[in-house]
């Protein structure tokens, strides 16, 4: 099951909830007390996904690992793959 699947699955499962409750459905006291927030949950959930989303890019974003020796191996490469273009005739500019 891939990932996106599996978010389709829970979105689902989700709206079916959402809907059976805010179209009256599903009656209980409770939910009449709580309608106003019962709306209003998916746009919650959206600025909390959000959040969480922001706040995994910028934490992986401060704590990405620098590769210093793979840094160093590819100009080396960059450097012998010029030096070979230019024994085979082609003009580079640098």
Request: hydrophobic residues 55%.
């Amino acid at each position: 099951m891939t990932k996106l699947f599996e978010w389709f699955m829970a979105a689902a499962c989700f709206f079916s909830v959402y809907f059976a409750i805010v179209l009256r459905q599903v009656k209980h006291p409770l939910l009449d007390e709580y309608m106003l927030e019962i709306q209003f949950s998916p746009l919650f959930l959206v600025l909390l996904f959000g959040i969480f989303s922001a706040t995994v890019v910028l934490y992986r974003t401060f704590t990405f690992n620098n590769c210093e020796e793979a840094a160093k191996e590819l100009m080396e490469q960059i450097k012998e793959a010029k030096a070979d273009l230019r024994s085979k005739g082609l003009v580079l500019s640098d």
